[in-house]
């Protein structure tokens, strides 16, 4: 059965929200002044938020429970690893990506639970 589109609404969010911390971090990397230009940290953080994309865009391809639920143990992994790649890194918004992407991959889990036709009383 095809997920409804407010079951992929998490991935989504959580997809955006490594995109956007992509660019912060590309951001970060590239332009002068920003005091991490071309670090290995920051290049860390591009790593790991391109990796976080790829992740978000196989989430819901996963059928069963145990499969999705290790995915989603990396993918919240590999967001709190970033955000406090972003913190040592002086990023705030990188974090704040993270955290909108952490909000992602909770609703993933909360509307993945949901039944898809609630029963009528």
């Known amino acids: 059965m095809p997920q409804s589109r407010s079951q992929r609404l998490g991935a989504i969010v959580l997809l955006v929200a490594s995109l956007v ?3 912060i971090a590309l ?6 002044l920003t005091g991490v230009t071309g670090t290995l940290g ?11 994309a790829v992740l978000s865009l196989a989430l819901p391809a996963f059928k069963g429970n145990g499969s999705r639920n290790a995915w989603r ?3 919240f992994l590999g967001l709190a690893g ?30 993945a639970n ?4 609630p029963a009528h009383t």
């Open 114 to 117: 949901r039944p898809a036709h």
């Open 42 to 52: 920051a290049l860390v953080a591009i790593i790991a938020t391109l990796i976080l």
């Open 27 to 32: 951001y970060a990397y590239f332009m002068p």
């Open 21 to 23: 911390g992509l660019a």
């Open 82 to 111: 970033t955000c406090f790649a972003g913190l040592l890194l002086q990023q705030w918004w990188l974090c704040v990506a993270m955290v909108v992407g952490l909000i992602g991959l909770i609703l993933d889990m909360v509307l």
């Open 73 to 75: 143990v990396l993918i």
